[in-house]
């Protein structure tokens, strides 16, 4: 543990108690000590405390823990040229990090957006009834993933 003074801005000090926090645990300690560089060199963006938090800390009396706060996630809607674009550069193997920030949303909303179309997909295919297997001429109800074979022959080749 460490201590360290910290000026207030009425002019007080606090002494404040530095408690060690494992951030990660790193296989090689080259990489970890280029890691701790950066952090060290890097700006604290996420040091910034919500005012919510802010406004609770700064009250006198008993030091609770704070409840976590939890933001809900608006339904995403996009333009339907946006998201055909977004589909498209999905399908071509574009990261989907990439896609999600030039989109605006978060990785997790444009995941639900990929999923729910690769299930439209899959119900139109389906919806055409059994089809012959191109290769062995068996029936199938084709797939999003192999659309002209059945399961055997795309598993064995």
Known sequence: M???VQSRPDGQAEIMEIT???IGIIADPAVACRI???LNA???AGATVPAAIADKAEEPGDEAPLAPVFVRAEP???PQERRETALKRLTAGEEPAAVA????VSVSQLRGIWAR???ELQRFYASGGQETCKLCARLFTPSVSNPDTCARCSHAG
């Open 2 to 4: 460490k201590y360290m």
């Open 20 to 22: 060690p926090v494992r």
């Open 36 to 38: 701790v560089d950066l």
């Open 42 to 44: 890097a700006p604290q």
């Open 76 to 78: 995403v809607t996009l």
């Open 101 to 104: 920030l030039d989109l605006g």
């Open 117 to 119: 179309h690769r299930r």
